[in-house]
């Protein structure tokens, strides 16, 4: 009975093997769904923001465009976050002007006063232009050479 046993065991041994390799292969299709799962919603939160900010884009050219009484023009779709931006100081791209810096003006102390001045003469008005002569409400008009409301078309 020792070959009976021996085969029994063996087969135990395989279905053992067999189970295990069930086991991990379901473990990596397990693992391998978990991360395609993760990279999708990693994927789809880049394009939620994307499109977040694409709405909220097509959102401020519409209320520009209603604020600007439905003219789509170039003016009122331009992108208006740069001219926005309150700059102070000298910037990148204006560094190499070639001009020379001039001293900032100090506020806080005195200059020294002007001298008098003479105040401006005032403008002298000038007189009304006369008016031209007033025709009766029947006045007739003067004649005109390319007056031809009284002549005959249908000749």
Known sequence: MTSAEDRYRAAISTMDAAAREQDEQRGLRERR????????????????????????????????????????????????????????GVHDEEADTGYTAYPTPSYG??????AAVAPRPEPVPEPPAPEPPRRGRHARQPDDDDDFSSTSWLV
């Open 33 to 88: 769904v978990a991360e395609a799962t993760a990279e999708a919603r990693e994927g789809l939160k880049r394009e939620m923001g994307a499109a977040q900010k694409y709405a909220e884009h097509m959102d401020e050219l519409n209320k520009r465009k209603q604020s600007a009484g439905g003219w789509a023009t170039e003016k009122t779709l331009a992108d208006k976050s740069r001219e926005s931006l309150m700059e102070f």
């Open 109 to 114: 102390t005195p200059s020294p006063a002007p």
